[in-house]
């Protein structure tokens, strides 16, 4: 059974840093695109940003220049830094993975719990 755990998110003031962390766990036989989503009270989840395992990231328009995907390969882990941070990132973000649990059967999506970040003075 596979597994997606968050952890770092929390309070922050404007202009603050926080660093996510989500780590796969579980019967994994290979792992494509990593990436981060978020969903705002009363909004859609967006994507955030993306990490394929191999290739160019892709991020929001909205957190250019701010945020930094990356992912350890070896840990099964990918990471999204995220500075100079604005209270319209408060969100509960969410991990997810495409990801083939075995040999035997094709690659699906799956999701992490979420973590709550909140952006506020």
Same mark, same amino acid.
């Given at each position: 059974?596979?597994r997606? =755990?968050?952890s770092? @998110? &929390?309070?922050?003031q404007?202009?603050? !840093?926080?660093?996510l962390?989500?780590?796969a #766990? ?16 009363g ?6 940003? =993306?990490?394929?395992? @191999? &290739? ?5 328009? !909205? ?6 995907? #990356? ?38 999506h ?12």
């Amino acid at each position: 059974q596979v597994r997606l =755990v968050e952890s770092g @998110g &929390g309070l922050v003031q404007p202009g603050g !840093s926080l660093r996510l962390s989500c780590a796969a #766990s579980g019967t994994i036989f290979s792992i494509n695109a990593m990436g981060w989503y978020r969903q705002a009270p009363g909004k859609q989840r967006e994507l955030v940003a =993306v990490i394929p395992s @191999g &290739g160019s990231t892709n991020y929001a328009d !909205s957190v250019k220049g701010r945020f930094t995907i #990356s992912r350890d390969n070896a840990k099964n882990t990918v990471y999204l830094q995220m500075n100079s941070l604005k209270p319209e990132d408060t969100a509960v973000y969410y991990c997810n993975a495409e990801l083939r649990p075995s040999y035997y059967i094709g690659y699906g999506h799956y999701w992490g719990q979420g973590t709550q970040v909140t952006v506020s003075s």
